[in-house]
């Protein structure tokens, strides 16, 4: 087992982020000093939930950055994604490659928050960590490859740690279908837009509970492979009724309406417009069910860390301003 009387440090890219901010957050309350990489220290609200950690500027696509701010660490939370599903491809392998070259320098694990988008239909509806991985979309194919690199750098002095997720929601959204497409953050919740078909199961996972899961595995860094995979089960729902319920009783109006999301109109501000157009893509995973196995996440750390779906969508709505 590590020794925790020697200080332990992380760098957090992306800390500003959903799952970024709440990885630096919890592994703050199991005693690890954060370093928090952002592009602008002194932006309002850019640090806020941070005030803990160790604030540096630096940008992520520089290699010479992020090598001078993981100084010392044993562990490197890549949670930098572009804003907006925008300009994947020119970024998202440039930044891989830029943490794990720095993670390698210091001998540090490099911490992934995987998607499903590298999955197939012929891996669902039950994901394990070791499906295989035929993507139908070019940002699927994108992730695929940057995973190949982090195994790939893993038996070359960088090990490294993915926990893949479903669809995020929580407190600090990030980019999110909950935050940006189901209900509209400020507003009085009049109709709850849903992506997803009647009667297909959707994977959510709380931002808190996935934050909570990476540092409780990183307290055990010494025991993981050096290419260590896991899936977190989050919070399922079976038929798409689940989360709408929970948003409309959080709220108090258990009657309010559920209303299917157009995808034809998304697709359509598709052809303008970036976002749209990447969400469009995605929509096969709203259209099947797709549902992750977390058994090797349970066997290790005996439970999975889970909030209450009522609790956990009040303090998302209460957060997000929605009434």
Same mark, same amino acid.
């Given at each position: ?186 507003? $009085? !919740?009049?109709?709850?837009? =849903?992506?997803? /078909?009647?009667? &297909?199961?959707?994977?959510? @996972?709380? +931002?808190? *509970? ?67 157009? $990447? !969400?469009?893509?995605?929509? =096969?995973?709203? /259209?099947?069910? &797709?549902?992750?196995?977390? @058994?090797? +996440?349970? *066997? ?24």
């Amino acid at each position: 087992m590590a020794d925790h009387n020697v200080p332990r440090r992380a760098l957090v890219l992306g800390a500003t982020g959903g799952i970024g901010g709440e990885t630096a957050a919890a592994l703050l309350r199991h005693g690890w000093q954060v370093v928090a990489m952002v592009r602008d220290p002194g932006k309002e609200g850019e640090t806020g939930p941070l005030t803990q950690a160790k604030i540096v500027a630096g940008d992520a696509m520089r290699a010479e950055d992020v090598a001078r701010a993981a100084a010392g660490v044993q562990a490197i939370v890549h949670a930098v994604n572009p804003p907006g599903y925008r300009n994947w491809g020119d970024l998202v392998l440039p930044m891989i490659n830029n943490s794990i070259a720095a993670a390698k320098a210091v001998g540090a694990r490099v911490v992934l928050p995987g998607t499903i988008y590298n999955y197939g239909y012929d891996s669902f509806p039950d994901l394990k960590e070791d499906a295989p991985q035929h993507p139908v979309t070019e940002k699927g194919r994108i992730r695929v490859e940057l995973e190949q690199r982090l195994e790939a750098g893993s038996r070359d002095g960088a090990p490294a740690l993915i926990v893949r997720f479903g669809d995020f929601f929580g407190p600090v959204p990030g980019n999110s279908w909950f935050s940006q497409g189901m209900v509209t953050p400020g507003k $009085e !919740l009049k109709v709850i837009s =849903y992506p997803g /078909r009647k009667g &297909v199961g959707h994977a959510w @996972a709380y +931002l808190p *509970d996935a934050g909570e899961t990476i540092a409780r595995l990183l307290d055990r860094a010494d025991e993981l492979e050096p290419f260590a995979r896991f899936h977190f089960g989050g919070d399922w729902d079976a038929d798409g009724t689940a989360m709408t319920s929970a948003i409309a009783n959080a709220v108090g109006r258990p009657e309010t309406k559920v209303k299917a999301v157009l995808w034809p109109l998304l697709g359509l501000a598709g052809l303008f417009q970036q976002t749209p157009r $990447e !969400l469009y893509k995605m929509r =096969y995973l709203w /259209r099947t069910t &797709v549902k992750l196995d977390n @058994a090797k +996440l349970v *066997d290790f750390l005996g439970e999975e860390p889970s909030t209450d779906l009522r609790v956990a969508v009040g303090r998302t709505l209460t957060a997000l301003k929605v009434s």
